[in-house]
């Protein structure tokens, strides 16, 4: 009898232990939200504990697009859209965080970085190839001004100086989602993961022994990287003109904006931000892309621990100072 069973129980045990020990490992998920792709790559115990940690970040994300996105009628962002600019609106304390972190950008980089460019970006329809007309844009560009917002701390509301702005946070929403996600995870105890929506990844920790490699995408051709990064504990945001665009006599209009002429810019085709936190990569990374390989470069190398690689008009790459080697003697 004995004889019979052991054999059949190290069997179990063995089968047991490796079957455990074979669920700790990588887990990778993407979906879909924000008008975008999110992705999720975390290192977890059990299948169980992935799906769980996968279901809080995507929980997250659908909460702040329903906060934030001016597509979603019924969110925070579409009521500022609809009253500020004939009452003060009373707002969450998490928008109105963010409403002053865009009003931060806006001063940090002179303008480039302004949400009220929706007061023309809402005219742009990508997809369709629908640009405003010239008189269009030139009349509605004197609505854009960060400086029409007026946030009053007191009763936490914002009100709109002008009729007809309106604003639209795009260019720091999923940065800042990708900050809670990894939060979320830190919280459950999770010690390395990769959180993306679009753009904007902040990775946690190490990829086991090994740091994350994170490519940068050739402009001109998804399926080519033009460099890969090994990074540890940092967010990274790329902006470029290829994300959102369409094509008129040979003119490439796209996503984002120069809130002084109304209409997307062409000095750049990338750029990528590296920074402590995905809110700032993100903002940045589309500011930057405004400001040129210039002034952009002046700006990040005036900030600590912010770094860019900047994609030219002509597919020539820029590094910010903290990025160069030291020459060799
Ligand atoms: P990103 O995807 O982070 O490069 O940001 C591009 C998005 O930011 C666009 O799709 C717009 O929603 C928004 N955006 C465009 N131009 C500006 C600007 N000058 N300042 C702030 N947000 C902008
Ligand atoms: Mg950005």
Known sequence: ???????????????????????????????????????????????????????????????????????????????????????????????????????YFSTLTEGAFDISFASVGHLYQYPKAIAPTDA??????????????????????????????????????????????????TTLGVKAALVA????????????????????QDPRDKQKAIIRLPLADVAVSTSGDYERYFLRDGERIHHIINPGTGRSTSSVRSVTIIADEAITSDALSTSVFVLGVKRGLALVNRLSAIDAIIIDDKGLLHYSDGLLMPALD
Do not use: H
């Not at 069973?5 to 490992?25: E, N, T």
């Not at 509301?157 to 007809?164: I, L, P």
């Open 136 to 185: 269009v844009i030139d009349e509605q560009r004197k609505k854009i001004d960060y400086r029409y917002i007026q946030l009053d701390p007191e009763v936490r509301s914002v009100t709109f100086k002008e009729r007809g702005v309106l604003i639209d946070l795009g260019g720091i929403a999923k940065g800042y989602a990708v900050d809670r996600a990894i939060q979320q995870l």
């Open 1 to 103: 009898m004995m004889k019979y069973f052991l054999p059949r129980i190290c069997i179990i045990i063995i089968y047991l232990g490796f079957s455990l020990q074979a669920q700790a490992q990588w887990y990778q998920y993407q979906w879909q939200v924000m008008g975008t792709s999110a992705k999720l790559e975390l290192w977890a115990d059990s299948k169980q504990r992935a799906l769980f940690a996968k279901s809080i970040v995507q929980q997250e994300f659908d909460r702040i697009e329903q906060l934030m996105s001016p597509y979603i009628e019924s969110s925070e962002l579409s009521e500022i859209n609809r009253l500020a600019a004939r009452q003060a609106v009373i707002v969450s304390g998490e928008l109105y965080a963010i409403l002053e972190k865009s009003l």
């Open 197 to 216: 929506a679009g753009g904007d990844t902040r990775i946690l920790g190490r990829r086991g022994e090994y740091p994350w490699m994170i490519a940068i």
